[in-house]
Each structure stands twice: as C-alpha cells, then as structure tokens.
C-alpha cells in the first residue's frame, strides 16, 4: 500500500510547458479530496514550488534546491543545508566560471548577475523570477544552491574542476543536460525523502516516486516504488534499469498513472 506520493516537476508532473495540465490538476484534486497528498521534490526554489503547490490546495511537504530545504505545512521550515562560504566565494568568483550563467538560490531569493530571459520560461505558471544583482557584494552564509546553465561540454568540465577542487564539501548533479547544480556535500532529494519519510512514520517500502532527470536518482533509488518517465535522462535510465516506465510528461502520464493506482474501481 502506497502511503506517501512524491514527484519531480520539471520533465515530470509539469507539461512540455512547464505547466500543470488540465487532466494533472483534475486528478490531484481527486486524490486530495480522498485525503492523498503529493509531495513536491525540486531542484526549484522553495518560493517556487510553493507557488505551484497552492495551485493544487497546498498541503505536504516540499523538498526545494535538490533537498537543500524541506518546508512542511504552513511553509514552516524543517531543514537546511547552506553550501560552505568558502566554496561559494570559488563557485561565483573563479574565473572557469565566467563562460557559463551563474545562478545564486538563497533561502528567499534567486540571484543572478545578468539577465537570462530564457530560464524564465520554466517558472511562467508560479511567475518566480531572478534578480539581477553583484553576487560578489552578496552574504555568503545563506546560499543552499549554484547552478550554471551553458553548453553540456562545458559544464561537464566544469563539474570535474568543482569535485576536484571541493569535493569533500560539495554535491553536484545535472537537472537538465544544461544544467550543472551545486548543493552543500549530502544534499539530495533522497537524504530530504528519508528525512521527511522518518518524520511521518511512514516506512520507504510505502513511497511511489516519479523522476524524469540525474537529481531524481537518489529519490528513485530510496523510494519503495520508483517510477520513470519515458522522457527520462538516457544516463538515469541506464542508472536505474530495473524501474518501471511509463509515459511522457507531454502525456500528463504521472496523472494517468496516479489515476490507475488510486482511482480506478
């Protein structure tokens, strides 16, 4: 019996859009209103997904930043994990990071140092956006993610210069193949599951969790039932070949999944 639901957005729950379909908020609310809530799991912006989650009646707990925070209820916060001040002095200020878009989450906002219109197109449903600020004036104590967007060549290099130089004090991942994240060492949607699994009573083995990208990998393996979506990271497909597929996120194919396991008869 599956007790907890917990879901990736982008590539995921969301459409080719980035937006919650139709069908998707239809089916939600039905399993809301049977008492089952889903849990949100993110490399978004709490700020973000709270957003998102207030369209769906909110309720649950959400995982933000890859795991670096965990907000329950009333969006109280739980958990956090900031990213040592002397590795973020080297991610924003190392001159191997200038071809790239550095992007700065701290706990209530996202920095940026120059404008990048097209990363605003994954947040046109919550309407989140970055400010354009001087991130080498900015506190260095409050940030739980770097990510840098650029060219996948280039921030493949770039992961393996951050791991050597700290990566006894860093986690990094790839949401997108465009997308390099950086989180404090640990940092994950599945150490933020277990967390928030414990918490509840409500053993692994009772978790169905669905994941489309390389940030999900730790949450799928944790999670009694891992689902992915046939739209999937070829390299988290290879990971993990023995998780059921189902369809795209184009499809709405979390919500026909969700609908068959807890609706049908």
Known sequence: MHKLIVCDLDGTLLN????????????????????????????????????????????????????????????????????????????????????????????????????????????????????????????????????????????????????????????TTFSLPVTLEIMAKGVSKGTALARVAEGLGIPLSEVVAFGDGMNDLEMLKVAGTGILMANADPRLKEALPHLEEIGSNREESVARYLEGLFLSG
């Open 16 to 171: 080719a859009e980035h937006r919650l379909g139709d069908y998707s908020r239809s089916v939600l609310a039905r399993l809301r209103e049977l008492g089952i809530e889903l849990m949100l799991a993110s490399g978004r912006h709490f700020q973000d997904i709270r957003r998102l989650s207030d369209q769906l009646g909110g309720g649950g707990c959400l995982i933000s930043s890859n795991g670096a925070a965990v907000h329950e209820h009333q969006a109280r916060l739980v958990h956090r994990t900031a990213i040592d001040p002397g590795c973020v002095d080297f991610l924003i200020g190392d001159p191997a990071f200038r071809g790239v878009h550095v992007n700065v989450y701290r706990s209530e906002d996202w920095l940026v140092e120059r404008a990048e219109p097209h990363l605003l197109q994954y947040h046109q449903d919550s309407g989140f956006a970055y400010r354009v600020a001087d991130l080498r004036s900015m506190g260095l104590d409050d940030v739980l993610k770097v990510f840098f967007y650029g060219e996948p060549a280039e921030l493949k290099s770039l992961e393996a210069l951050v791991l050597d130089r700290h990566g006894e004090r860093l986690t």
